[in-house]
């Protein structure tokens, strides 16, 4: 299991300078990946910073850890400007980039606020459609698409993306809702959250879970199932143990959420420094 971050680019966080830093002092002590939310607003509305600034900065400020933003609502991203972003991203941080998308919600207001389809499953055609786009304009070939949604006529992007066969391609999901599950088969990873965004899946849904999604994969390339869990608790031999528990159900990341808090900004910083046994 590979253990990771989750900064929220709010409140303390979004000076993206100050991302970068701790995303260098967290590769320092042992953490393997660093990641972004991807938000234009949050409840008590924060200051915000934009993902993709955060993960260039983050990109140059370190050489090993993974990074991306978890997750990227699609509907809401040109596909082929977001083609661009990450090509651009991929190659500076030398391969180590991953990306998270989803539906989006409107969860926070964002959609009714800012503009787009309530509706979701007009977003999950945007989404089906856009990786599509997406995934074609990476290899650098000419590309041509005529869908509901979007159309390209022998589109190009270069240079190509540089991780093969793509850049790792992540899809959330509200579990038990199948169709995001189906969808993430056909990639390479699942960031599962439940229903209410309040609480984590149990590892016996999972496990059931990540069962699922297996009847629908073909092949045995590495596929990740991401476990969120709220950050600085107490690393407790119980604690450990449950980190165990998620391992043995096919959890193959767990990332620790940073709390925007800025009451609690000197504490992630010191959970961070103490990496990720402690």
């Known amino acids: 299991m590979r253990f990771g971050l989750n900064f929220p680019l709010a409140g303390p966080f979004s000076d993206v300078a100050i991302v970068?830093?701790?995303?260098?002092?967290?590769?320092?002590?042992?953490?393997?990946?660093?990641?972004?939310?991807?938000?234009?607003?949050?409840?008590?509305?924060?200051?915000?910073?934009?993902?993709?600034?955060?993960?260039?900065?983050?990109?140059?400020?370190?050489?090993?850890?993974?990074?991306?933003?978890?997750?990227?609502?699609?509907?809401?991203?040109?596909?082929?400007?977001?083609a661009y972003e990450t090509v651009t991203l991929d190659h500076l941080s030398k391969g180590r980039l991953v990306l998270g998308v989803g539906l989006g919600s409107d969860a926070f207001g964002e959609i009714s606020t800012f503009g787009g389809p309530l509706d979701d499953k007009l977003r999950a055609e945007m989404l089906d459609e856009g990786l599509i786009v997406l995934s074609a304009l990476w290899s650098g070939q000419p590309f041509s698409f005529d869908g509901r949604h979007y159309r390209l006529n022998n589109a190009q992007v270069v240079p190509p993306c540089l991780q093969r066969p793509r850049i790792p391609i992540w899809?959330?999901?509200?579990?038990?809702?199948?169709?995001?599950?189906?969808?993430?088969?056909?990639?390479?990873?699942?960031?599962?959250?439940?229903?209410?965004?309040?609480?984590?899946?149990?590892?016996?849904?999972?496990?059931?879970?990540?069962?699922?999604?297996?009847?629908?994969?073909?092949?045995?390339?590495?596929?990740?199932?991401?476990?969120?869990?709220?950050?600085?608790?107490?690393?407790?031999?119980q604690d450990r143990q449950l980190v165990v528990s998620y391992a043995q159900v096919g959890v193959t990341w767990w990332i620790e959420t940073m709390p925007f808090d800025p009451q609690q900004f000197d504490q992630a910083c010191h959970w961070i420094h103490a990496g990720p046994s402690g």
Request: glycine share 8%.
């Open 171 to 237: 899809i959330a999901g509200s579990w038990p809702r199948k169709p995001a599950m189906r969808r993430a088969a056909r990639y390479d990873g699942v960031v599962p959250v439940r229903g209410d965004l309040a609480t984590s899946l149990t590892p016996s849904q999972v496990a059931e879970m990540v069962a699922y999604i297996n009847g629908f994969r073909s092949g045995d390339a590495p596929f990740e199932v991401i476990h969120f869990e709220s950050a600085m608790g107490s690393r407790s031999a």
């Open 20 to 82: 970068a830093q701790l995303a260098k002092e967290a590769e320092d002590a042992g953490w393997d990946g660093c990641f972004v939310w991807d938000h234009l607003l949050l409840a008590g509305a924060p200051p915000l910073a934009d993902p993709w600034i955060a993960l260039a900065l983050i990109a140059q400020a370190t050489s090993r850890i993974r990074l991306g933003a978890l997750v990227t609502p699609l509907f809401r991203r040109n596909p082929a400007k977001l």
